[in-house]
């Protein structure tokens, strides 16, 4: 049994080729020498090590010519400790065959050894896995995108929750359960399974729904089933719980659009005034009078939460805010855009740029592939003044290449009126564009680390001097001076 803090991954990993569809390739001649032939492949890797044991991560295919092969039956041992898939043999320059005590330890070991021709080099064995992998990964990625679509539509349906655990149930090939916070069995989709499944099922729905703080996700198996729980986000301790025969490397992130649409259909209050409450938020968010949007919301008090990232999926928005515990969620940040060099840093694509709105005794932890800025707990009259200190941290993440930054309350900064900061902010940076003041910013929080800031925006450290230097320009200041650096840093925050 598992548990992970983690929520389900918005995409799914690639998924492993089998060691058969690698022989079938006739192109290569690949010829079966010894195990089984159905072995899952992640990866290939080449050595000609004489023990390539700390150079293996596992789930490889090795592939040597076996020029250091002093002793086989050792080196084929080493090689199924380090957990490698399957070896691969090159005959030719150094052996005319495979020798036969590598295929006799092999044989020994349960290692599936491959014969690789004289005809066909390494390469052309890694090129056709890498192949396989892309042609398997696509083939995951409809599947999941055809899943999101079926769950999505479920969603609408008239009864919406056994709509989206029919539609999980199917896709899944296995059995979906809501768990209540007693947990007891609200409802359920799919085949039946052993009772001792399902006991192992409940148990790890109850490890995931205890609150905040806990695992968001646990898994495990009982009588050849594959066992999984997620906690729904919403505050009332609901569980998925999910039993397969199998599991694919979609499953998991297909489980986590269910995890996403099913805290949002059994969220608390999602009455008929939910509409009404949540525009009045995000008017709030926007710049509405706090009058307006405070009587909508309880007292609070209240984090806001600027985010910027996700993998470029439709669900990651979706995603961060499940995995956070609020349905409260608007588009766009109100933070300066990256420009279109930061943006292309962000996995090819342009950003997510959204706002969240949860509880102040909900934690808020780092979260993969986003930059996330944390406000201090304000009343709903006071999120305004919480808006703008969840942008300014969010810059500062971005700025340090931070996953997450808090509001640092007090400070020099707490001295001035933020009013007159924010002029004196705009009259100071006026003559920057917006790729100009994204790179200052990040060389000011690295101290003026060339190396450090190129890494940090991904450019060359010439290009960043070049940016530096005309930043001095166009300001007309010494960026040498730390009274200039300090003020600078100011206006940037």
């Known amino acids: 049994m598992t548990t992970n803090p983690a929520p389900p991954a918005s995409t799914p990993p690639a998924p492993p080729v089998s060691l058969a569809a690698l022989l079938a390739r006739r192109d290569l001649g690949l010829r079966l020498l ?61 052996y005319d065959t495979v020798p036969a005590d590598l295929v006799e330890a092999c044989a020994g070991q349960g290692l599936p050894l491959v014969e690789v021709p004289p005809r066909t080099p390494f390469t052309a064995v890694a090129r056709a896995l890498w192949q396989l992998m892309a042609e398997a990964r696509l083939r995951e990625l409809r599947r999941v995108t055809e899943a999101q679509q079926s769950l999505a539509t479920a969603a609408a349906r008239p009864a919406p929750v056994p709509a989206v655990l029919g539609a999980l149930a199917s896709r899944l ?51 050849g089933l594959r066992l999984a729980a997620y906690a729904l986000g919403g505050g009332d301790s609901l569980a998925l719980g999910v039993a397969t025969e199998r599991r694919d490397p979609g499953d998991r992130t ?110 808020v932890t780092a979260r993969p592939g986003w930059f996330l800025g944390v406000s201090a707990p304000a009343a709903a009259g006071d999120l305004p003044a919480a808006d703008r200190q969840a942008a300014r941290a969010l810059r500062r993440a971005e700025a340090t290449r931070s996953a997450l930054v808090r509001h ?34 990040a060389w000011l929080s690295l101290h003026g680390s060339w190396d450090r800031t190129a890494v940090a925006l991904d450019v060359h450290r010439n290009t960043v001097r070049q940016r530096i230097t005309r930043c001095a320009t166009l300001l007309d200041r010494d960026l040498d001076d730390p009274d200039v650096r300090m003020e600078l840093w100011f206006a940037l925050s």
Do not use: K
């Open 408 to 441: 640092r309350p007090g400070g020099l900064a707490s001295l001035v009126d933020p009013d007159e900061a924010a002029a004196h902010a705009r009259t100071l940076l006026a003559p920057l564009n917006e790729p100009l003041r994204e790179t200052l910013r």
């Open 254 to 363: 297909i489980a986590g659009v269910a995890v996403v649409l099913l805290s949002l259909l059994t969220a608390p209050h999602r009455g008929a005034d939910a509409a009404v409450r949540d525009g009045a938020l995000v008017r709030l968010l926007l710049g509405a009078s706090p009058a307006e949007g405070a009587a909508a919301l309880d007292p609070g008090p209240w984090t806001v939460v600027h985010a910027r990232g996700g993998d470029g999926t439709p669900f990651a928005t979706a995603d961060l805010a499940a995995s956070l515990g609020t349905a409260l969620v608007a588009s766009g940040t109100g933070a300066e855009a990256l420009g279109e060099a930061g943006a292309a840093r962000v996995s090819g694509a342009a950003p997510a740029s959204v706002r969240l709105l949860l509880p102040a005794s909900s934690p």
């Open 173 to 223: 090939a296995g059995r979906a359960v809501l768990f209540g916070p007693d947990g007891t069995e609200s409802a359920v989709a799919g085949p039946d399974i052993p009772a001792e499944a399902v006991g192992t099922l409940a148990e790890l729905a109850g490890l995931v729904s205890g609150g905040p703080g806990g695992p968001a996700s646990a898994s495990g198996e009982e009588g």
């Open 34 to 94: 010894a195990g089984p032939g159905d072995v899952p492949l992640h990866w290939v890797h080449t050595s000609e090590m004489a023990d390539p044991y700390p150079y293996l991560l596992g789930g490889e295919l090795l592939m040597t010519a076996g020029v250091q092969l002093a002793d086989p039956a050792r080196y084929v041992e080493r090689v199924v400790e380090a957990g490698a898939a399957a070896l691969a043999f090159g005959v030719t320059p150094v």
